[in-house]
């Protein structure tokens, strides 16, 4: 008998109190939240654009033009050093991450959605206590992209959120016409130019500015906004948890509205200090009225600690997922003795395209639930 697939979130208003498998289809109630100021930044950050936490202090830059520069920011707002990024050019900076070993800023603006420049500039994390940092450059190009026409503010190519784990980056495209995000992978090092792979997407309603994981929580943030019309910007926050690998748009995925520009200017950057809290920056708005750049902090622990969900996560031996992207299959292998095992759709309806020994072959994507004698588990058909 097959486990009970559902929401498994106590919180979500289609929560399924006999459901034992997440299967990322909890739906939540609007939620608003109010961020703390922490402090109207400087003016020399009126532009500041990505914004990441290492150890005691925040990295944050300017965009588009603004010199190869990045400041230093104590957790209370204060500028303390300029770090000037040798052997790097400020194109339209828009992101900037870290994982253990490296700090990546990423040229990936991309308004207009014509860039052939776009790239990636690396240096070393322990370097960022001298004043002046050798970066290397790793130029990109989108897998999908086969268009490039000016359309200034009405192309989905443009991009201003990254992360890095250990072995790859992330990054997730700000969708100007269909206000979704799509996710894309890069390693986290290469040679010449290479194509950031399309992964998935999702219908986020809005513009992505900024991105961050709490990978020992497998938790995801995207930061965007909403122009709910003449300029009139409401910002919010994507969480992302209880998901499978690195999909990250399989599991819960909740919005939580934090404001509008009139307390908040332009969201712009997002950056943790621990599982569910963090910091939010934005740039200067200067408009009918002026609203300073400002640094605030977040704490979504309400939200996200109390969820009961606990799915199971197949260990890397169980079985094997290989994708043929140009025959249109994927073949799953299974790793284990067993005697007996299938795969079924979502509703139950078992796969059986092909079967030979300890394999299924199908051209089904998305997720389905793969049965090994009597244990049950969730996963995603890329």
Same mark, same amino acid.
């Given at each position: ?45 009126? &532009? ?208 939580? &509205? ?125």
């Amino acid at each position: 008998m097959l486990s009970q697939w559902g929401c498994t979130d106590p919180q979500a208003t289609n929560y399924d109190a006999s459901a034992t498998i997440n299967d990322g289809s909890c739906i939540y109630s609007p939620t608003n939240y109010t961020l703390s100021l922490v402090y109207n930044l400087n003016d020399v950050l009126q &532009e500041n654009s990505g914004l990441i936490r290492v150890g005691n202090f925040l990295y944050t830059f300017n965009d588009s033009g603004s010199g190869a520069i990045i400041y230093e920011l104590d957790t209370l707002g204060i500028v303390l050093r300029t770090i000037t990024i040798s052997g790097a050019t400020n194109v339209d900076w828009e992101a900037i991450t870290s994982n253990s070993t490296h700090v990546f800023i990423g040229d990936v603006g991309n308004n207009n959605g014509n860039r052939h420049d776009l790239c990636l500039y690396r240096f070393l994390k322990t370097d960022l206590h001298l004043d002046t940092i050798q970066a290397e450059k790793l130029p990109f190009y989108w897998s999908d992209q086969t268009q490039f026409t000016s359309l200034p503010n009405a192309n989905n190519y443009d991009c201003e959120a990254l992360v890095a784990e250990t072995d790859s980056i992330t990054l997730y495209s700000k969708n100007w016409v269909d206000l979704k995000t799509r996710r894309y992978r890069l390693p986290s090092f290469w040679i010449d130019t290479i194509a950031a792979q399309l992964m998935d997407s999702f219908a986020v309603d809005g513009l992505i500015t900024d991105a961050c994981v709490d990978t020992i929580m497998n938790r995801s943030y995207l930061l965007g906004y909403k122009n709910n019309g003449s300029n009139f910007y409401t910002s919010f926050v994507w969480c992302l948890w209880d998901y499978q690998d690195q999909h990250v748009f399989s599991g819960n995925r909740r919005r939580i &509205e934090v404001g509008n520009v009139l307390n908040l200017a332009q969201t712009e950057g997002i950056a943790l200090k621990s599982a569910n809290n963090g910091y939010i920056s934005s740039e200067k708005v200067t408009s009918v009225i002026t609203i300073p750049a400002k640094l605030l902090q977040f704490d979504f622990s309400s939200f996200l600690e109390s969820s009961a969900s606990l799915p199971y996560i197949p260990q890397p031996s169980t079985f094997q997922l290989i994708h043929h992207e140009q025959l249109g299959y994927t073949e799953l292998i299974i790793n284990q003795p067993f005697t007996d095992f299938g795969l079924y759709d979502m509703l139950g309806k078992a796969i059986t395209l092909a079967s030979p020994s300890n394999r299924i072959i199908t051209s089904m994507h998305g997720q389905a639930v793969l049965r090994i004698d009597d244990k049950t588990q969730l996963i995603l058909l890329p």
